[in-house]
């Protein structure tokens, strides 16, 4: 599905002062800090059907949009049932003292209609205190009605960037591992959602054990590692067309934890020969292998620096599992982990500022983050197994697995904010494990 955004001529304005989140004589803005933040209050009433076709649609849309809003924890929203002022025609002038009345900081409004299976929405954000609109002015979103959700999702995508500065997230989606069946059975396949857990769709069959999915930097190919063959091998999938295909290595060598580089080109992996574990990376098209280390220890969970020009990953080779940065070409590795328990599984953000890892120590796994010289360790989560962390597109946000002890324990999928506040499940139809985040879609 394609969706054309297209401006719409609607006044643009600044935003004015509100509450203690929010800028004093500037625009609307949640200032996000490491500390407790009160959530912004918003309203957002049902979008108006312009066409009767749209009627449920329009509803399903702004209760999309608020779920995006509120599932971030720094927006709280105004029930419909405190609502004062009804918004019946998009084009009305809004009533901000009303909005006023119940504490509502931000009021996004909208209209939804539908012509055969083409869809428009339309919609506003307002400073309600400053009776203003806000900045950037109206949106318009064209597109299929099959593409509903991604539409609402752009909406709240557009709100969430102006009120809090941080770049989009909602509009991305999730590969994973799907987990089924006791944990001395358990069934694995390869399945791709939206981000919150919609539209799941299943990507393999659950006949042999996959592992460790990874977009390309394009969103439209993913990596990961299957034992189909008896033993690791990484498989490269087309997720539009469902095609894929052996990343090409010599017979009976054991090749896994794969990444893409930022110009997705390359692919930088684990490959076992001879008992010692070492990085290699290839062209994506089966090109040269180049041998980046080759010390008598396992090297593995390599992840490229956004501009592609070095390398974090995981080795033991000082005695425990710790965290190491090396050029992108291989070389000298620094160590780049201190602290006490073992490290592993390093993934540099996005922004490049910050990587995430997980830390085991006294016997609880965490998550955590840490500068990419190793500097201001934060621990985000405890438990008894939190693992694998993936970056949100804006870097903002980070996805993990999550299982549960005894014999019925279940692995799970878990967000939560790089500040460590908002923990929260991630829902799928079964159990979930090695997530891996998209790239905003286009």
């Known amino acids: 599905m394609r969706i054309f955004l297209t401006g719409v001529l609607l006044a643009a304005a600044v935003f004015a002062p509100a509450a203690s989140a929010v800028a004093q004589n500037g625009p609307l803005r949640i200032e996000i800090t490491d500390g407790v933040i009160e959530p912004l209050p918003y309203a957002v009433p049902s979008f108006i059907a312009e066409t009767a076709s749209a009627s449920e649609m329009s509803a399903q849309i702004s209760r999309v949009i608020a779920s995006d809003l509120s599932g971030t924890g720094l927006f709280r929203e105004i029930p419909a049932s405190a ?3 009804k918004v019946t025609d998009f084009n009305a002038t809004v009533q901000f003292a009303d909005w006023k009345a119940v504490n509502a900081q931000a009021l996004i409004t909208g209209a939804v209609s539908v012509n055969g299976n083409r869809l428009t929405v339309r919609f506003r954000g307002y400073d309600v205190f400053a009776d203003k609109e806000l900045d950037g002015g109206g949106l318009q979103f064209t597109g299929t009605t099959e593409g509903w959700r991604r539409m609402a ?3 709240a ?13 909602f509009d991305s989606r999730v590969v994973y591992v799907s987990e089924n069946g006791p944990k001395n059975d358990r069934r694995k396949r390869l399945a791709i959602m939206d981000y919150d857990g919609a539209n799941v769709q299943f990507l393999t069959n659950s006949a042999s054990i996959v592992l460790a999915p990874r977009f390309s930097p394009s969103g439209d190919r993913v990596l990961y590692t299957s034992y189909e063959s008896g033993f690791p091998q990484i498989h490269v999938m087309d997720i539009g067309k ?29 490959q076992s020969q001879g008992g ?17 280390t080759s010390a008598p220890s396992i090297e593995t969970a390599p992840s490229f620096s956004p ?12 005695g425990s ?15 780049i982990s201190h602290g006490k328990g073992r490290y592993g599984t390093p993934v540099w953000s996005p922004r490049g500022d910050l990587l995430a890892f997980t830390k085991q120590n006294k016997g ?28 949100s597109p804006n870097g903002r946000v980070i996805m993990f697995t999550r299982e549960t002890q005894g014999a019925n324990g279940r692995a799970l999928l878990y967000s939560v904010d790089i500040s460590g506040r908002n923990l929260r499940p991630v829902r799928t139809p079964d159990g979930g494990s090695d997530p891996a985040w998209s790239p905003l879609q286009n």
Not at 321 to 335: E, K, W
């Open 153 to 155: 999702h752009k909406v």
């Open 321 to 335: 599992q710790q965290l190491y940065v090396m050029a992108a070409t291989g070389g000298d590795a620094r160590r």
């Open 242 to 270: 469902v095609q894929r295909r052996v990343l090409s290595t010599d017979d009976g060598i054991m090749s896994f934890a794969p990444r893409f580089s930022p110009d997705g080109r390359t692919v930088v992996f684990s």
């Open 83 to 85: 609502h004062i002022s």
């Open 364 to 391: 609880r796994f965490h998550i955590g983050v840490m500068r990419t010289d190793g500097s201001e360790e934060r621990l985000l989560t405890a438990s008894f197994l939190d693992e694998g962390p993936t970056w």
């Open 276 to 292: 010692n574990t070492d990085l290699f990376t290839m062209d994506i098209n089966g090109g040269r292998l180049t041998r980046l």
């Open 157 to 169: 995508d557009t709100i969430y960037s102006r009120i809090t500065g941080e770049g989009a997230y």
């Open 307 to 318: 501009d592609g020009s070095q390398i974090v990953f995981e080795s033991d080779r000082s």
